[in-house]
Structure formats: structure tokens, C-alpha cells
């Protein structure tokens, strides 16, 4: 048992009531009704009695910011909120300096997410470098192989998406550090579930989503930036929010650029969705990523242990010190497994044939078993 509260939270959490066994939040989470009720909040402002909130949402902006900030160990100034994960990867892919023969290392097993943004630039004569995994793992000397004198950047999930491995991110910073590499994180698959410091890790980017482990709408995302690594971006696009004081004197054009990371936001943010991650951020933090943390690994090694005992081939980590919230096996015949999970109201992923538990810090051993009993009836 978790040591907090976990009925409290689960009542959080109405689809509970409907049946419904929820293990996938490593695709999308569902709404708790702090995040529904904040929603709630902007519509009704925007419907009855405010329909120009813009006031709200930019203090809500500041809030979430903060809330980021604590998340991640930095400052707010250092957080810019965007629309998604890929956007938020596209600054530093098109914010660079690149030359001719410059060269970017990715894992050959991230999100398209993380290497679409870095294969573009092809078209400016730079070159994607793939580091090769070890059954799912990413291991340092892989990564330190394949640096070479031209290699500027390296971007790497914090937690893969299918299995789940967790890098150390201490050790593989020092090493980029070492050979004055840049690093990059995609963080969506970690950033909730596990705790993360980006000063003490010696991160230098890094975004990630809010509707997976953070728990709140799609189409609202972050980045961090540190100062020097901000220092060496160039805008890849402009617009109206980017500047300082961008509500004064709407026709004197000039670029004149915010000093902190609010640089990188160009535009009318998804107001909703700030609303609905400030909430969610807030019911994270008053849990805490330690306590998260250590429920999902209880959570993950039952799935875990489950798996081996009957013969299945477990994709993920058997070190739950190398996993996060995600783990994935490969049965004989996963589709026919996930229809049957589906069938019977549990929800998780199938991914190349494996089948991915994902669950969440609301979620209860005894429904975990349960949602197995099921998997494993004919295993």
C-alpha cells in the first residue's frame, strides 16, 4: 500500500466507478475531477460570465509555470508552455547553429517524436547518428562510441515509450559534458511518474507533454531551457508573444525578445489546457513524485513477477531501479490478449505485439490483479 491516502485519490477519478481499469497512462490519462472542475471553470467564464478571460489565463500561465518549476527543480523563468512534445523538441532542432556535416545522436528505439525533428535537418547537411539498443536498453558505452568530433547534440527519452527502460541521465550528462555535447530529453514518459532535477541531472532541454503521466489535457506542453544552452538559440519562428510587453503598442514591429524562456512561446496558448494542467500539476505535487514513485514500482514489479512466473517474455526491465511507470511482455498472441482486456474494461496498450501496463498513482494493487487474472486466463 501506498503511504498515502489512496482512497482519497480514487475517488478522484469517476470512471473508477464505471468498471473501468485504467492502465494505459503512458498513451493518454484520464481527467481526475480537479482537472474536469478547472476546465469547467474556464468554460463557464468563457460562456457566461467573462468572455474575455485572457487576464485568468495568463496568471494561470505563471502558475503552471511554477508548478513546472517544482516538478523539475528550476525556475519558472526557465519554462516556456507550448502546444505539444514535438513542437517543444523543434526549438532546439531549429534553433541551432548547424554547419555542414554537424551530426545528432538518438536511440534506435525513441518516439517518432524525438528523431523526426532531427532527421529534418538532413536538408541543412546534418547527419542522424542511431545509438543501438541492448534488449531495450540504451547503454553509456553505446552512447559514448558513437561521439564523434562533429556530434553537437544528443536527444534521448528520459523513460522509452514501449520498454520503459530509464536512463541515468546523471551519467550520460557528465559524459556529454565531457565531449562538450549538448542534451536533449524527451520527458513525457517520465516527467509524474518519476522524480526528475534537471540542474543536478546537468540537463540542458528538455519537454515533454501534459496528457500522459502528467495527467492533463492533450495539446498543452512544456519546455525547459537552461540559460546556456538558451543562449545558444536562434528563434526557428516568431510571433506576436514572443517579444517583451507584447500587449503595448501593437505597431511599433520590432523583435525585441522576452528575457526568460517565454521567449519560445509565439502565440495564444491552449487556454483550457493551461487550466487543466495547473490542476493536475497541483494534485501531483500534493502526492509527490518520491511517493509516486515508489507505488509504481510496487505496481510494475507485480506485473512483473506475474509475467516471469508464467514463462512470458517480459520486454521491460527486470531492475525496477531501470523502470519508471511502464511495463511491457510479449505473449504468444497479444492481440488476442488485448482484445480480451478490452473487452472486459482494461484498458492498456499493445505496441509491436507486447502488451504495455502503464498504471498511475490512484491505481490499486487489487485492481491490477484483477486486470492480470484476465490477461493470464489462458497463459
Known sequence: MPDYDLERYRAMFPHLKTGLRYFNHAAVSPFSTPVRDAIESYLEMKNVTNPEPFEFVLKAMVETKEKLARLINTSRERIAILDNTSNGLNIIATGLDWKPGDRVMVPDIEFPANVYPFMNLKRRGVELDFVPNRRGKVALEDIERRITPRTRLLSISHVQFLHGYRSDLRA??????RRGVLLSVDAIQSAGAVPIDVQSMGIDFLAGGGQKWLMGPEGI?????????????ALGTMGWMNNKDFFSDFFRYRID???????????????????????????????????????????TQYVSDRASALGIELVSPEDSRERA????????????????????????????????????????????????DIAFVDA
Open 172 to 177: 550520460i550528462s557528465d559524459l556529454c559534458q
Open 325 to 372: 511507470g511502464i511495463v511491457t511482455f510479449r505473449p504468444k498472441n497479444g492481440q488476442a490478449m488485448f482484445q480480451t482486456l478490452r473487452d472486459r474494461k482494461v484498458m492498456v496498450s499493445i505496441r509491436e505485439g507486447c502488451i504495455r501496463f502503464s498504471p498511475h498513482f490512484y491505481n490499486s494493487i487489487e485492481e491490477l490483479e484483477e486486470a492480470l
Open 221 to 233: 506542453a512544456y519546455v525547459y531551457v537552461s540559460e546556456a544552452c538558451q543562449e545558444r538559440l
Open 257 to 299: 525578445l522576452e528575457a526568460s524562456a517565454r521567449r519560445f512561446e509565439n502565440g495564444t496558448p491552449n487556454c483550457m489546457g493551461v487550466f487543466g494542467l495547473n490542476a493536475s500539476l497541483r494534485l501531483l505535487l500534493e502526492v509527490g513524485t518520491e511517493r509516486i514513485e515508489h507505488h509504481l514500482a510496487e505496481l
